[in-house]
Each structure stands twice: as structure tokens, then as C-alpha cells.
């Protein structure tokens, strides 16, 4: 007789895979709209074994703010990047391609954060509060030293912004648009498919934070995130087609 053995789970493991199960249900209702009996069904465990491990909710979205509030992996990438003009425009695109066409990074993951942020602002903000910390923390210091790059160059224009403003509503542009589509289908009637809006987008905030018209004018080359993505082109080319208006 054939005794098929069980996968038994260490702590570590268990602990883990049950925030990685209910970060959706966070996601989709909020923490003061989960029950524990939705967590214990989405983990797959009962009550009592979640109680084990996490004695109150509130303990449990502790945990899901320190394992999923890390910035994607490939953010890291940026500090390796040359402080320049160069690097500006292409963190302002990067930006909108992440969070607007999920091409950089994990999808469901960037949609799963998008929608817990949103919940966090209306209720105590605290999951924003870390998220937006630890995004600032990897990406702000390489996007002011590129801002400042841009001004030695004389392609910034006087009076802008300061570095971490510029940043900010830049991202906010970004993240609104990428709210918008949160349904599924855009609640904004944009004119244009996706790539011209994220186009535009992009052009509207690197004006906004005061590079040239001469410089801002220039087409972006879009392989160029296909490579920092370290993916293939012609793979980063097609996903800014997958979704449209």
C-alpha cells in the first residue's frame, strides 16, 4: 500500500504563506471590512490555527505590512543608474510603466499594493504610510541626484520644484491614472489607447517639473525599459499593447 507522505510546513513557512493568501482579501476589502473567518477560509486554515499564529488581525496586517510593502526587487536596479537627464526621463517613464501598464515588476502584486493603499488612505493610512517610505527610500536619492544632474546641464528650467515634491506628484499623476483602471476597465475618458496617454503623462510631469520643451520633445525609445528590465524587447514592446482603451 502506497502511503502518499504530507508536506509539513515549518513555522516560518506557514506564517508566510498565510499573509501571502489573505493580502488579497485585505486588498479587495480593506482591514475594518475582513472578518477572521474570510482570512482563516482564504489561507485554508481554521480559526484556531490562524489565532495561533496571529492572536488578533491587527497582528496579522502588521505582518503584511513588513513582507509586502518591499519595493519590487527591480527598483534596487536604479541606484546602479549614472546621475543624469537621461536617468530622469527614464525613472518619469519607468514610473508609468510600472504602475499604469504593470510592465515592470509583478502585476498582481503592483495591482494588490495599489488597492491596499487606497483602503489604507481611508481608513488610518498606515499601510500608505509604510509603503510610500520604503519606495522613498530606494528610489529618492537617485531621482534628486538626476534632477540636479538635469540643472547642471541647463536642460531643467529655473524655479521647479524641490526634488522630492518633483517626485511625489509625479508619482501621483501615475498612481491616479493606474487607480482609474483598478475595475478593469478605465473610469477616465481619455482620449487615445493606453500607450499615448502614458505618453503624454509622462511628458506632462517631466515638464511640470521643468525640463526643457527641447528635451522633453524628444521620443522616448520604449526598448530602452525592456532592457533595464533585463527582458527582451520585443516581449516589453508588446506588453504596452495588452491593454487599451
Known amino acids: 500500500?502506497?502511503?502518499?507522505?504530507?508536506?509539513?510546513?515549518?513555522?516560518?513557512a506557514r506564517r508566510r504563506m498565510i499573509v501571502e493568501s489573505v493580502t488579497p482579501v485585505f486588498a479587495r476589502k480593506g482591514f475594518t471590512g475582513v472578518t477572521t473567518r474570510e482570512i482563516a477560509e482564504a489561507a485554508g486554515v481554521s480559526e484556531a490555527?490562524?489565532?495561533?499564529?496571529f492572536p488578533t488581525k491587527a497582528?496579522?496586517?502588521?505582518?503584511?505590512?513588513?513582507?509586502?510593502?518591499?519595493?519590487?526587487p527591480q527598483l534596487a536596479r536604479l541606484e546602479t543608474l549614472p546621475?543624469?537627464?537621461?536617468?530622469?526621463?527614464?525613472?518619469?517613464?519607468?514610473?508609468?510603466?510600472?504602475?499604469?501598464?504593470?510592465?515592470?515588476?509583478?502585476r498582481q502584486l503592483t495591482v494588490a499594493r495599489q488597492r491596499l493603499v487606497l483602503h489604507s488612505m481611508m481608513e488610518d493610512g498606515e499601510y500608505a504610510r509604510f509603503h510610500f517610505a520604503d519606495v522613498e527610500k530606494q528610489i529618492l536619492t537617485t531621482y534628486t541626484a538626476s534632477l540636479r544632474a538635469a540643472e547642471r546641464a541647463g536642460d531643467v528650467l529655473p524655479g521647479g520644484p524641490a526634488p522630492a515634491n518633483a517626485f511625489w506628484f509625479g508619482c501621483h499623476v501615475a498612481s491616479q491614472i493606474a487607480l482609474g483602471r483598478l475595475s478593469g476597465e478605465g473610469v477616465?475618458?481619455?482620449?487615445?489607447?493606453?500607450?499615448?496617454?502614458?505618453?503624454?503623462?509622462?511628458?506632462?510631469?517631466?515638464?511640470?517639473?521643468?525640463?526643457?520643451?527641447?528635451?522633453v520633445a524628444v521620443p522616448f525609445e520604449t526598448q530602452r525599459l525592456a532592457m533595464f528590465?533585463?527582458?527582451?524587447?520585443?516581449?516589453?514592446?508588446?506588453?504596452?499593447?495588452v491593454e487599451d482603451q
Open 1 to 12: 500500500m502506497h502511503i502518499m507522505a504530507k508536506i509539513r510546513m515549518d513555522g516560518a
Open 49 to 53: 490555527l490562524l489565532f495561533r499564529y
Open 59 to 72: 497582528a496579522l496586517y502588521e505582518e503584511i505590512l513588513k513582507l509586502g510593502c518591499s519595493a519590487d
Open 83 to 106: 546621475p543624469s537627464t537621461d536617468t530622469l526621463i527614464l525613472m518619469t517613464y519607468g514610473m508609468l510603466w510600472h504602475l499604469v501598464l504593470g510592465v515592470l515588476g509583478d
Open 188 to 215: 477616465y475618458p481619455y482620449q487615445g489607447d493606453l500607450e499615448t496617454v502614458v505618453t503624454e503623462a509622462a511628458r506632462f510631469i517631466l515638464r511640470g517639473i521643468g525640463l526643457r520643451e527641447s528635451v
Open 229 to 241: 528590465a533585463n527582458c527582451h524587447q520585443d516581449r516589453a514592446a508588446e506588453a504596452v499593447c
